[in-house]
């Protein structure tokens, strides 16, 4: 029988010592504060657990899985206490919008992928119950966007679930515009893996340039970074042969970034999209959502010494061009006044078996 019951969450219950808040058989949540000052939270499965940040952008920090980290690598061993993500990047999901997103271009004042990265959440709170998936632990929280000048009055609630035996995280967000205007809408689900040397991408797009796009804009971030013969080479082979992406070879030159996009991925008879990224071990990276909800695919992947990331589906309402560009392009969506859009994702790992049923269905779609 499904049901929900929830704990209100307050900063005076975290402690720098991890704490443990409530355990149902192998489900855990546990409270604790990084030595930086940052709020965390831990929920744990039998296969391994997540950490978010409750009052940070709702961010899953690290997610472990049958025994590995599987977000990105990076610098930043812990989350910081700053304002702007890209003073702590290095988390394994975070939510981007709700107003603006992207890499702002030049006649943009919108800061990188908007205000929900790393905005100061209020209200978290433990979400406990059972669903169809089974039993599961969630967190949730609140953040308040009021600005007084243009009318953008917004509520952006995320959610994040768990469940017993699994390895898949139920990843949601719904955006209310509490506004009496419509207001201007962009989003995007930034999930960062890490990528892995021979690993093979299995998806649901043919592997042409009918269906991915390169990108050719150079984002504000990258415009120093010099590039050199081998990168300029590989990305004119990826124009003409995207394929050339589907297996990450070590010596690939992804520095700078590197962005294409995907268009018309097939899907299932739910109408869910399905993307693997199969290491040579066989397990896998998976990620999945509904392309009736978020219509545009973008993959993103850097490497070098100082990080490594591999955003192999980063599922939105735009590409990430930033406000000018997708405004002109058409990919400003509009919520009605005294409206809500809710998105879906799920994202995790699988073991070898589940990797295998997964790659033969996506490769019957």
């Known amino acids: 029988m499904a049901y929900q019951g929830e704990v209100i969450i307050r900063k005076e219950m975290f402690h720098y010592k991890e704490m443990e808040l409530m355990k149902r058989e192998a489900l855990k949540a546990s409270l604790f504060i990084f030595d930086s000052g940052i709020h965390a939270i831990k929920l744990e499965n039998e296969l391994g657990y997540i950490t978010v940040l409750p009052y940070k952008g709702q961010q899953i920090w690290d997610a472990v ?6 977000k990105m690598l990076s610098k930043f061993d812990e989350p910081k206490n700053v304002e702007s993500i890209a003073n702590t990047y290095g988390c394994f999901m975070y939510h981007c919008g709700a107003l603006r997103t992207g890499n702002p271009g030049k006649e943009d004042t919108h800061p990188l992928h908007g205000e929900l990265p790393y905005a100061n959440f209020d209200h978290p709170r433990l979400l406990f119950g059972e669903d169809e998936k089974g039993f599961y632990l969630a967190i949730t929280g609140e953040f308040q966007y009021n600005d007084a000048f243009t009318s953008n009055y917004y509520r952006a609630y995320p959610i994040v679930k768990i469940h017993s035996q699994s390895s898949l995280l139920d990843i949601s967000i719904q955006i209310d515009n509490l506004s009496d205007y419509p207001m201007e809408h962009m989003y995007m689900t930034h999930i960062n893996f890490r990528p892995i040397d021979y690993g093979k991408m299995i998806q649901p797009v043919p592997w042409n340039t009918e269906f991915i796009k390169l990108r050719e804009s150079i984002p504000t971030h990258s415009k120093d970074i010099p590039m050199s013969k081998e990168y300029i080479q590989f990305v004119n082979t990826i124009k ?7 297996t990450i070879l070590p010596e690939d030159p992804y520095f ?7 268009k018309s991925p097939k899907t299932d008879d739910r109408g869910w999209t399905h993307f693997l990224h199969v290491h040579p071990n066989g397990s896998g990276d998976y990620v999945s959502y509904r392309p009736d909800q978020l219509d545009h695919a973008t993959r993103w992947i850097i490497r070098n010494r100082d990080r490594e990331a591999y955003g192999f589906l980063l599922p939105g309402t735009c590409d990430p061009e930033g406000y000018t560009h997708e405004k002109a392009a058409g990919n400003v969506r509009i919520i009605p006044e005294k409206s809500s859009v809710k998105y879906h994702i799920i994202a995790g790992a699988l073991d070898p078996n589940r990797t295998k049923e997964m790659q033969d269905k996506i490769e019957k779609l």
């Open 65 to 70: 899985f049958y025994g590995r980290s599987i």
């Open 240 to 246: 003409t042969n995207p394929e050339r992406m589907q």
């Open 256 to 262: 700078p970034e590197l962005v294409i996009y995907l």
